[in-house]
């Protein structure tokens, strides 16, 4: 629920900032009307700030409208971030007792020769946490039973795709693709594939929980109170501090299995690794994007493409070329991002699903904001855009000559990329074609019944992209507000439809991805004030320029404010509600059975006992589940 | 004793790096002393790397010194830091119980109507912290009364100073400047005074401690044990992140009563002004720097002053000018920065003199960089080196040309700076002329017993610095290191003297003053490799300047390690010794005696019983120190 809450919080913001900022777009609206009357243009452009003459009297109608909206959005920013920390702590003193809250993660778990990773957690525990010590789990390398875990589902699938539907063909021959040699019973040999897995799959199961050289060093650590388990999470533990590193443990659905970098040398050098990849990501990116510029710019593309001309002096061709087919080109790169991203992000490091979407979120967002606004904006090759930025000075006026420029393209793009994206979230196309493709070659029946999550780190960017249009272009071109608007509030009514009745929470992410938007919002207001410096120097009027200069100086200090008032409520619970929901429970007969839980909440799946076969024999019985407590 | 090995280390360490950085420089150099012979000139200049053709294959050898002393460099950083954390660690192990690890203070108290500061810090703490909470003493606004005690204490003074010394006059007529009027005996009436204040400042003393508006909205809370205080110090106390903050106690002598700014919004916004005020230091600053250029460079110097021209001419004068005038008017400009400096600090919120000398010694420290080194080697106005600096790529290239033709100036910055700041170090010239010229204004004889501490804000800094010099010039210019090392040995015998017969440490460092110094050495590298890069390129060396590139991204991920690796260490003392210490302890029955000090140890020393009149009347009883406990 609070998913919903949250996400329709980010549309009615952008929203309510879309019809405040359309209150002064309209009345500067006018003036520009009034400027289109006198200069008929085909184009949009004319509805830019670029018709307005140098030193106009009417700048100041411009200016005036970029300060009301930045106090505006600090105010709702200030107010939005107010709500959303006092939702997270009322949700946290309502919530139920959570493995989570008492379970931390400790990595880099310094082992000697004579110990094994269990015994050396115990005993350190034991010794400096002895009175809120409960248990722990360590944390074992299980790549290679999860891939026969999923072997054995897959065939599993098969076989029950096999026994339930009559039309299929039931047996095959045993060589030569199906021509020759003897007919085979296939529902006999899957079963006995599966066993033979299976059995596998629990000689691995014991192996791995026997031996120690299959223990990464990480365990989860469970604690009697929810204090206990913050003041191991906050004191450093040992003297040494890459050892004992503590983490917050995730919800035990959300943790992150299949990577365990568990030594501090590892997450540190995969972390650097990530980053250059990241870097070297976007810089690459700009490949097609300049394609997509040359696109935009219809005489480049005849200079290109000579034979084309004949085509492209058709009206309806060349609007389509200049006005769509760019951003659609761009969509289709851009739609292969979020799950690089989202690979980047998981071998990084990250313990846990949520953070993993929360790191690719952050990635999406500036990967977007550098690769479609500045490339656009400067329609440079990569150097170019690289260089603009070693030269800090002059990038107010460059911006203020290329962001207007930009703005027919940027208005096509909320139309394609906005509301198309908007509608196949209805539809969910992609997915759904996704599946039919699918559906031939796979035999199971499991994937239907699974309800999809919904991908923050894949919306959520795109969301604040616009609310960067929006933000950047209300005062230089008026005219995108209107078509911004209108994807809001289709956004808005798609999304409630989606989280009522699509979507379902894979974890709880408890308003963490608050201080991601607010971020980007602060970053989008002061690029905005950067372009109008830029915009009132080009049009000589210096004092306005001038002027517009404490405003980020402001909405940077009010930034520092917020992290220094709000921050910390999103990073960690504080003593005294962690206190207050410890009193609540003391006596709580249901927190004993609680505690049983809380022992075993986070074994790793893949060395649960596993039953797919039929035959029911000794083998089935759980070899390990209780040697791990 | 740790301050002595401390600092011993940052000479030594100085020093190794002088004597290992002379041999390439010897092998270098001779290359210099060919080019030398072959262009005889008088001026220093002729040692620089200027000298060698463009595309030489000896720029190998400087290129190679580069590689060799950062590599050197890094190593002999990655060992001390390991050391003095151990050091740390050691001496934290064997220190008896002190005040400041079982107490911490809190600041940004809540307070309702009905109750004060006092009832709600104990309701708090007994609430949340039962099982450790010992006591605590909130802090009162007492400048009012430290500036009667300073009256007093002068009256006091003057008085003793009276009576001992029968030399001086002991009346004075009372009106028309000693002329006119009835005789009055002095000691009596200095008496008279001494009683009347001390009646003041009792009355003061019981209203300060009686009534609720002059406790500020801050205490010292102390715990039963070290964990305790730490748990407290490390969790986030409040639901509001800006109530209930706490910081760590320093030691009790080293409090700073005068400034307890205690709201979190007065603290942010001191902290604000101080920034700001810092930066238009720096920049206001570079009025005299310029100045001093105008004297380095004796042809501007006789354009601005022709009549000069004839005494400019006689040699001796010119080499004086050029040589050593220049560098002492800008010492004498820098000798007021450390006091500006830790003024601003004092008033930026921190609550001990060492956390104000060591936020001014990173003040001083990279005011020093900025207005001595960049100032010089750019020699432009403020808004240029400001210019330069926003424009980033091109700083190599500039620095590349600038740098090496200020050699000779640096050259004799270490001469006449260096030198004489350490010989008037061991003759502490300034102090011993100041308490000269001040003692026939003060009558007193309390001056003369205190022993100095040492301004570790005046000195590290000025270290660094030349650590700074050595490092970018080593290659550039190796005439300078000899004259470095003299420095470095004569600083080494001389400090080692102060340390053991002059100073007593006021507070005890721990060795936290390290991370400016291993951050400053860092940053002489990074810059170090920035002017390699522009030589090179300047030199048509381009595989060269090419093949530095990795060093400063090494260099930059060499010095993320260590702050994983041993920052935390000086931040926090970990969980594991923090228990190990109470345990230890557990037994002692010392301890009881221990905590009857400690409840007391954080007693403002201005609300302290106080006694100087010789009449022992009824008022000198202690009306308020028990009230506080």
Request: proline share 0%; hydrophobic share 35%; no cysteine.
């Given at each position: 629920m609070r998913l919903i809450t949250f996400s329709l919080k980010v549309f009615s913001f952008a929203g309510i900032i879309g019809i405040f900022v359309l209150l002064p777009v309209n009345c500067t609206g006018e003036l520009h009307i009034v400027d289109f009357t006198n200069l008929p243009n085909n184009s949009l452009d004319v509805f830019t700030i670029s018709n307005i003459g140098n030193g106009s009297k009417?700048?100041?109608?411009?200016?005036?409208?970029?300060?009301?909206?930045t106090i505006f959005i600090c105010y709702l920013l200030y107010y939005e971030y107010r709500y959303i920390s006092s939702k997270r702590m009322a949700y946290f003193y309502s919530s139920k007792p959570q493995p989570h809250h008492f379970t931390i993660l400790v990595h880099s778990i310094p082992v000697s020769v004579e110990s094994s990773v269990s015994e050396s957690v115990d005993r350190f525990f034991s010794e400096y946490h002895p009175s809120t010590y409960l248990s722990h789990i360590v944390i074992h390398r299980t790549n290679r039973l999860r891939s026969l875990i999923n072997d054995a589902k897959q065939l599993y699938g098969r076989l029950t795709h096999l026994k339930s539907d009559d039309t299929q063909q039931k047996y095959h021959r045993s060589c030569c693709f199906g021509l020759c040699g003897r007919k085979v019973d296939l529902?006999?040999?899957?079963?006995?594939?599966?066993?033979?897995?299976?059995?596998?799959?629990?000689?691995?199961?014991?192996?791995?929980?026997?031996?120690?050289?299959?223990?990464?060093?990480?365990a989860f650590v469970s604690f009697k109170s929810r204090l206990g388990a913050a003041i191991a999470f906050h004191l450093p533990q040992s003297s040494n501090p890459i050892e004992w590193v503590t983490e917050e443990a995730p919800e035990p659905d959300d943790v992150y299995w299949p990577f365990f970098s568990s030594s501090f040398m590892h997450r540190w050098i995969s972390k650097l690794t990530v980053v250059v990849a990241c870097i070297t990501l976007t810089i690459l990116f700009l490949v097609p994007v300049l394609i997509v510029q040359g696109l935009t710019n219809l005489s480049q593309l005849k200079t290109w493409f000579p034979f084309l001309e004949s085509i492209l002096t058709i009206k309806i061709v060349s609007q389509v070329i200049t006005g769509y087919l760019p951003s659609l080109i761009l969509q289709l790169f851009l739609k292969a991002v979020p799950p690089i991203m989202k690979f980047l992000s998981s071998i990084q490091g990250y313990i846990s699903h949520s953070n993993i979407e929360k790191s690719a979120c952050n990635k999406v967002l500036w990967f977007t904001i550098w690769n479609v606004f500045f490339a656009t904006v400067f329609s440079g090759t990569a150097i170019y855009v690289v260089d603009i930025f070693l030269e800090p000075k002059q990038i107010p006026g460059k911006l203020a000559v290329a962001v207007p420029a930009q703005a027919s393209f940027f208005i096509a793009y909320v139309v394609t990329t906005g509301w198309t994206s908007v509608c196949s979230e209805l539809f969910r196309i992609i997915p759904f074609s996704f599946s039919l493709i699918k559906r031939p070659f796979t035999r199971s029946t499991d994937h239907e019944l699974e309800v999809p999550s919904l991908p923050y780190h894949k919306d959520i960017p795109r969301i604040l992209f616009f609310a960067l249009l929006g933000i950047t272009y209300f005062f230089l071109a008026p005219l995108i507000l209107p078509f911004l608007l209108l994807y809001l509030c289709l956004g808005y009514i798609i999304y409630s439809n989606q989280f009522i009745n699509v979507y379902a929470p894979r974890y709880e992410s408890a308003g963490k991805f608050w201080p991601i938007v607010h971020d980007s919002i602060i970053f989008s207001l002061v690029l905005m004030h950067a372009i109008a410096v830029g915009i009132f120097t080009l049009k000589k009027l210096s004092l306005a320029s001038s002027l517009i200069c404490p405003l980020p100086i402001f909405t940077l200090l009010f930034n520092d404010y917020c992290r220094k008032r709000f921050l910390p409520i999103f990073v960690a619970y504080s003593a005294e509600s962690l206190i207050k929901k410890d009193r609540q429970e003391e006596n709580d007969p249901e927190m004993s059975e609680f505690y049983n839980k809380l022992v075993i909440a986070y074994q790793d799946p893949a060395l649960m006992p596993v039953r797919f076969s039929s035959s029911s024999d000794g083998l089935n019985s759980p070899l390990i589940s209780s040697a791990q407590v």
């Open positions: 009417r700048l100041w109608i411009h200016f005036s409208a970029v300060y009301v909206v529902t006999d040999e899957y079963e006995k594939q599966l066993v033979d897995i299976e059995k596998n799959l629990r000689l691995e199961q014991s192996e791995v929980s026997s031996s120690g050289h299959k223990e990464a060093r990480a």
